[in-house]
C-alpha cells in the first residue's frame, strides 16, 4: 500500500516540510511504516485558495450533479478493500465489525444527503410576489432562497475515523450544501485519512467537480492557520471542550469572525426512576454496562453520570452493575494520548471528595479498565459542575438522589448535554413529565428506556445541545438538518425571472416545496 | 404624562440609583422634563431572573395563547393616542407621516408573527417512526422540533424609536419563539421606550402571560451585564459595528457562550451600467438622491456607495445627482451624538487622499447636510475597504471603474453587505447575471432597478448578510424568518405518544405539516 502522506491541495500532492510524523498501531503504540508531512503556512493556504476557487463553480452544480458526486463517494469508500479496513483498524484499535459497520454507516450517511440534495427544501424557497396596487405603498416582488456559505473547515474526529472523519457527516453535509471542504486530518489515523481522501478525489474526478472542491492537510499545527485563512467561512469540529473553545476564539477574533459548529464535551446523564430500577434494574445495569465499556467508552454519547434515587432498590443496581463491569476486560484505545487521559481523567475523579472508585483497578498499563464510581449526592449541586467534566473512555459515575425533588432540582442546573436518558415504569407515574420537560431544555436529545449510544442518522436526528456539548445548540451534527450549519439566506428584489435562479423561478422547474405568499405550494406562479 | 423612568422588573417599576439622565428633544438638544434612572447591577440581574422565571411557563404556552399576546401588544400600539406620537417626534426628530407610519409597521409586524404562531411550521416537526425489524440494528422512534432557546436580551435601536426597538422586530420574533425579552433601552428615546414598555405590559396583564415575560432596562451602563447574566440565552442588536463586535466579544468570552445577532454596518453599494445611466440617468439620480436623505440618511439600508462605469452618460449623472442632492435641506438627525458622529465621519471621507466632496458644506450647524463624495476608483481596490465604512446619515460616495470586468473584480472583494442595487436596463445585456451571481455571495438582498431603503416586512425577506453587515449571516433581523434566531432542535427517542409534545403526537392534534419518514404529511401516524 503506497502511502504518499503529503497534503491534498487542488488536486495535486504537496508536501514542502521534511520532518514527517508518523501512523501509529493503536494497540501496541509502534511506529508504522507511514510518514506524513505536516502541511506548511504555503501549502495551507493553498488548499483554502484552491477550496475558494472552487467555490464559485461548485456552489452553482445543479442537484442531481451534486448528488451523483456525493454518491460516487460513497461507491469508493464501500468498495475500499480488505487492506483498508486492516489499517483502519490497527491505527483505531477498533474491531473489524466496528469498523465495516462504520464504513456502511459513513457511505449511507453520503447517501441520504445525496436524497437531501435531490429533494431540495434545503434550499428553503419563499416568494412574496408583488402587490402593485397595495396602499399606502406597492409590495415589490421578493424572493429567497439559502446559498452555501463558502468553504468549510473540517477537522476530522479520532473516534470515528470513518463516520466523523474525512468523509464523515460534516463533510457529507457541507458538500451536500455546496461548500467546498478543507480537512484536517486526525493524527490518530492518517493512513486512514489518506486512504478516504483519496476516495473523495477520486468520486471528483470522476464527476467532474472542481480539484479544489477537496483538500486535506496532515499536521496538528494546520488546524489554526486554516481557521484563520480569510477564505474559509466555517468550521465544523469534533472533539475536546478545550479544542472547541481555542477554535472557537481564533474565529471569532478574526478580522472577519465565522461560525465554529464545535461538539465538545457532555456526560450524557442517566436518570432511573424507582419502578424501573424495582422492575428490571438487572437489565438496565446489563445494558448500561455495555453501554459505557462500547468501543472503550470512547463515544460523545457515553453514559458517565447516572443519577437514581435513594433506596435498596437502586443499591442493588449499584451492585448490579459493579459487577457487571468488573466482568468487561480492559480495553485498547485510540491513541497513547487518550489512554493517558483517560488514565489522569480517572485519577482525576478519584481524587474529588466525596468520591469513591467501586471498580476499575486496571492490571494492564496498556490498556484502558471499565470503571464504576460512587459520588456524594453534594457533588451534583457543586457549581463547579465536578460530575460533568467528561472523561473520555469506559468511566462512569453513580450518584443517589433523596427525592424525585431533589432529582427536578439537580437536573435544572445541570450542564448543557447532548443526550439525556430516562429510565421510567409504569409505577413512576406523574414525575415522568415534568423530568422530561426539565431535561428537554438541557439537551439535545432526551431518550425514554434506552441508552444513549448509538446516534441514528435521519431526518429527526439532534446531536447537539446547549453548551458544553456544543459552541452552538440551534444545530446538529448528525441526521440531515447537519446542513443548515453551512446555508446561509439570501433574498432578491424586483427580478424578471430569468434572472432569477431555478429553485425561485416561476415555473418551479425544481418541483420544489415553496412557501408562497403565505402558503405551502408545489404549484408554479402565474405573473 | 406621567413618566416614571425606572426599570420594569417582574411587572414591577425599580429604581435604585440616585443620578437620573434625561429625555431630550432631538431637534433643539434641550432636555425634557422626563427623568430616568440607570439600572443597577442588582435590577438588571432581578430582570434575567424573572425571565429565567417566566420561561418555564411562557414557552409552554399554546400556539393560540401566544399569538394572541402578540395581537395584544399590537392593539395596545395602535391605540396609543397622539400625546404618543408626539413624544416620538421629539425624541426623534422624525416626521409625524413617518412616525405614525413605524408605529402601524411595528404592529402588523406583531401581527404577523402572530400568524406565524399560529401557523406553528416553526416548530420545524421531524419524525422517523421505529423499524423494529431493521437488520442489523432496529430504529428506535425518533422525533424532532424546535423549542425557545431562553431569555433573550434586546438592544433596542435609536433610528427605529418603534420598528427596531421595544417591541420592534427582535421583541416579536423572540416572543413569538417563546422566549422572555429583556430590553436594553436605547437612551436616545428613552420615553417612547417607557410607554411602549407600558403597552407590553398591559398587553401581558391582560393575555395572562407571566409577569417576567418582559423587561426593560435604562441606562446605557446596562447592556454589558445584562449580556453576561447567565440567564440571558441569545442577544439581539441593532446599531454600530463597535457596539456589535463589543457585545460579541462580551457573550463569547461568558463561562457558557451565547449568540448574538447583531446588524451592524453596510454601505448596501449600488450598481449603475451604462444601459440604465443611457436611458433614464436624470431619474435614477432622483430616486436615489431621495434614498439618500431619506430620513436624514438614517437607514442601516442607506446607499453609501454608487458605482458606475467612467464615461459621459455616468458624469452627467454624477453632475445631475450633486444638483438633487444640493436642493435637499438640511436634517434634523436623531440625537446630538449621531449628529457629531456625521459630521466626524464626512470629515474623515473628505480627508482620504482620492476623495472630493461635490455637495455638503452645511450652514446650519445642529443640521445633517446631504453630502455627495467622489472618490478614485483605486479606493475600492484598496484592502482597507475605505469606501466601506459606514457614515450614518445623508452622505453617498460616487466611484466610476473602467468596465464590467473591473466592476465584477471590484465586486468580488466587497466587504459583506445587507444591500446590492443593481440598475440595469435591457442593453446592459449579458453582464447582469455574472454581477448579479457575484453580489449574491456579498450581500443578503439583491435588488433590481430600485434603491434599498423600505425593508419589506415579509415570509421571504433577507436583512442580514456576511460579517460586517452582521454578526451571523445566517439570520435576518426582518421578516418572518427572523423567528429561527431563537429555536433549538430537540429530540426525543422511544417516547409513547402521551408523552410527546403535541406537535410530535401521533394525531398531529396541531395540524403541522411535518416531515415524517422522508415525507412532508400533515396526516395522523398510525402506529
Not at 468553504?151 to 472523519?165: I, Q, R
Not at 447516572?306 to 476486560?329: D, S, V, Y
Request: aromatic share 6%.
Amino acid at each position: 500500500m503506497e502511502i504518499l502522506g503529503k497534503q491534498f491541495v487542488d488536486g495535486k500532492r504537496l508536501a514542502a516540510s521534511v520532518t514527517p510524523f508518523f501512523s501509529r498501531d493503536a494497540a501496541t503504540g509502534e511506529t508504522l511504516p507511514y510518514e506524513f508531512f505536516p502541511a506548511t503556512e504555503t501549502e495551507i493556504s493553498a488548499a483554502a485558495t484552491a477550496a475558494a476557487t472552487a467555490f464559485r463553480s461548485y456552489r452553482a452544480t445543479g442537484l442531481e450533479e451534486r448528488a451523483v458526486f456525493l454518491e460516487a463517494i460513497a461507491a469508493e469508500l464501500d468498495a475500499s478493500g480488505d487492506a483498508f479496513i486492516s489499517i483502519v483498524m490497527r491505527e483505531s484499535g477498533l474491531p473489524e465489525p466496528r469498523i465495516r459497520g462504520e464504513r456502511l454507516r459513513t457511505s449511507n450517511q453520503l447517501r441520504l444527503f445525496a436524497t437531501v440534495v435531490r429533494r431540495g427544501d434545503f434550499l428553503g424557497p419563499r416568494i412574496d410576489t408583488a402587490l402593485p396596487d397595495r396602499q399606502p405603498l406597492p409590495r415589490p416582488d421578493i424572493r429567497q432562497y439559502r446559498i452555501a456559505v463558502g468553504p468549510v473547515a473540517v477537522f476530522g474526529a479520532g473516534n470515528f475515523p470513518l463516520a466523523f472523519s474525512v468523509a464523515g457527516g460534516d463533510t457529507a453535509s457541507a458538500l451536500a450544501a455546496g461548500c467546498p471542504v478543507v480537512v484536517k486530518a486526525h493524527s490518530g489515523h492518517p493512513v486512514t485519512s489518506e486512504l478516504v481522501a483519496r476516495a473523495i478525489v477520486r468520486a471528483a474526478d470522476r464527476t467532474g467537480m472542481p480539484a479544489g472542491v477537496f483538500g486535506m492537510l496532515f499536521g496538528d499545527n494546520s488546524g489554526a492557520p486554516l481557521v484563520k485563512n480569510p477564505e474559509i467561512k466555517s468550521v465544523a469540529f469534533t472533539g475536546s471542550l478545550r479544542g472547541g473553545r481555542a477554535l472557537s476564539e481564533i474565529a471569532a477574533s478574526r478580522p472577519e469572525p465565522i461560525p465554529v459548529f464545535a461538539e465538545m464535551s457532555s456526560v450524557n446523564p442517566v436518570i432511573l426512576l424507582p419502578g424501573a430500577v424495582q422492575e428490571r434494574g438487572n437489565a438496565i445495569a446489563s445494558t448500561l454496562a455495555a453501554s459505557v465499556t462500547l468501543g472503550a467508552g470512547q463515544f460523545c454519547t457515553n453514559p458517565g453520570l447516572i443519577i437514581g434515587i435513594a433506596g435498596e432498590a437502586f443499591e442493588q443496581f449499584c451492585h448490579q452493575l459493579a459487577e457487571e463491569m468488573k466482568n468487561r476486560p480492559p480495553a485498547i484505545m485510540l491513541t497513547r494520548a487518550i489512554l493517558n487521559n483517560y488514565q489522569e481523567g480517572s485519577a482525576r475523579l478519584a481524587k474529588i471528595p466525596g468520591m469513591e472508585m467501586l471498580t476499575g483497578t486496571s492490571t494492564a498499563p496498556d490498556r484502558a479498565a471499565a470503571r464504576l464510581f460512587r459520588a456524594a449526592p453534594e457533588l451534583l449541586k457543586d457549581s463547579n459542575h465536578p460530575l460533568e467534566e467528561e472523561v473520555f473512555g469506559p468511566a462512569t459515575v453513580l450518584v443517589a438522589v433523596k427525592n424525585s425533588d431533589e432529582l427536578l432540582e439537580v437536573i435544572s442546573v445541570l450542564n448543557g448535554q447532548l443526550t439525556a436518558s430516562l429510565f421510567a415504569a409504569g409505577s413512576d407515574g406523574a414525575v415522568c413529565k415534568p423530568l422530561m420537560e426539565a431535561l428537554e431544555t438541557r439537551v439535545g436529545r432526551v431518550i425514554l428506556n434506552d441508552v444513549p449510544t448509538g446516534v441514528e442518522v435521519c431526518d429527526a436526528m439532534v446531536h447537539g445541545g446547549p453548551f458544553p456539548a456544543t459552541s452552538d445548540s440551534r444545530s446538529t451534527s448528525v441526521g440531515t438538518l447537519a446542513i443548515d450549519r453551512f446555508l446561509r439566506p439570501v433574498c432578491f428584489q424586483g427580478y424578471p425571472d430569468h434572472l432569477l435562479p431555478e429553485a425561485l423561478q416561476d415555473a418551479n422547474p425544481l418541483g420544489l416545496r415553496r412557501f408562497v405568499n403565505g402558503t405551502w405550494s408545489e404549484a408554479p406562479i402565474d405573473r
